[in-house]
């Protein structure tokens, strides 16, 4: 069976923003903690030069110690939790904004619930093509 594209990137979109989920979860949870370091998860760059790729120079990994200066698939794409320590938001040195966080989390559900739709269409064009209807 041939992969799917726009399948694979849907799947680790969610996986990735799961993730997101979980990391301002943790963020909120943590408003009051002293030294606190929030947390953030980034993949969406990944997957943009993933999609990208076919408009750039290919260049050719030969060797497995080369480096690839993109993903070259979808299971390479990994979301990554970073903690900004350099910027300080309170005295205690806890750099979580509520606000923001909140927006954030907005965000997040917004994009979650926009590509859980997408996987919904997807999957009942599959249903129509397998049903013949």
Not at 31 to 51: C, G, I, M, S
Not at 74 to 85: A, G, I, N, S, Y
Not at 101 to 109: G, N, P
Request: charged share 30%; proline share 5%.
């Amino acid at each position: 069976m041939r992969s799917d594209l726009t399948w694979d990137v849907l799947a680790k979109n969610l996986e990735g923003l799961s993730q997101r989920f979980n990391a301002v979860g943790s963020n909120i949870a943590n408003a009051n903690t002293p030294r606190y370091a929030r947390r953030e998860v980034r993949f969406e760059d990944q997957l943009k030069a993933l999609l990208d790729a076919p408009k750039r120079l290919p260049l050719a990994v030969t060797n497995e110690r080369h480096m690839a200066l993109r993903p070259l698939s979808v299971e390479e794409v990994t979301p990554k939790e970073v903690r900004p320590v350099d910027e300080i938001y309170r005295l205690d040195g806890n750099n979580v904004d509520p606000e923001v966080e909140m927006a954030r989390l907005a965000e997040t559900r917004m994009a979650y619930n926009a590509s859980t739709r997408l996987v919904g269409k997807k999957a009942s064009l599959y249903r129509v093509a397998i049903g013949g209807r």
